[in-house]
């Protein structure tokens, strides 16, 4: 049987220890402040979260650990849904990169991520259809298990790059869309029909 509906809450997760850096994959973990923003932003009482997804980076993985052993529901760390990885720039405090002789790249990197890659890093093309397959494969898995409502503890490059999925815009306009700390956007999909964008940065 297939669901009417399922709903898809994308969360970013909160402040990370360690400063303003670039992070991709350099796992650093949430700040005191972060979990503060993750638990005052999503009280426990009020969450609908028949699963829980995450990143396996522990900036999201610690909640999404935390919330799905208190609601009692599965667990999933599925490594495709990691950040991009930003190779030589990777763990760089922002302030340094700007900085550097690689601002003119990053700067170039983020208005038309697919004009160039990171030095050693992986290119958005390749971050884009990671996502987007990983992506497609979380519905049908939602229909199939017959979960109509979870939640997908990821990044903010991740998030920007489902959104662009969802409604068409290109990736030249990803740093249009602001992601904060703790932003929750929801998808919906109904029947016979694509996902749709029924908030962004909202609350449950």
């Known amino acids: 049987m297939i669901l009417d ?3 898809i809450d994308l969360v970013r997760h909160g402040d990370v220890a360690g400063g303003k850096k670039l992070l991709g994959i350099t796992d650093e973990p949430l700040s005191a402040l972060g979990w503060q923003q993750l638990r005052t932003a999503f009280p426990i009482t009020a969450l609908p979260w028949q699963k829980v997804i995450s990143s396996p980076l522990q900036r999201c993985s610690a909640y999404a650990k935390e919330i799905a052993s208190q609601l009692s ?3 999933l760390l599925d490594e495709q849904f990691q950040e991009l990885d930003f190779g030589n720039w990777d763990g760089q405090l922002l302030n340094d990169l700007y900085a ?3 601002s003119a790249d990053l700067m170039r990197f983020m208005n038309e991520p697919t004009s160039l890659s990171p ?3 992986e290119s958005y093309q390749a971050f884009e ?3 987007i397959t990983a992506w497609e494969v979380l519905l049908e898995s ?3 298990e017959q979960i109509a409502h979870c939640v997908l503890v990821i990044h903010g490059g991740v998030i920007r790059t489902i959104l662009s999925h969802i409604l068409g815009f290109p990736n030249t306009n990803l740093f249009r869309i602001e992601v904060p700390y703790a932003c929750l ?3 919906k999909q109904y029947e016979q029909y694509p996902p749709v964008l029924s908030f962004h940065g909202g609350n449950i």
């Open 73 to 75: 529901v599965p667990l």
């Open 119 to 121: 030095p050693y890093g």
């Open 129 to 131: 259809l990671r996502i």
């Open 5 to 7: 509906q399922i709903t």
């Open 100 to 102: 550097s002789d690689s």
């Open 185 to 187: 956007s929801r998808i």
């Open 142 to 144: 939602l229909h199939q």
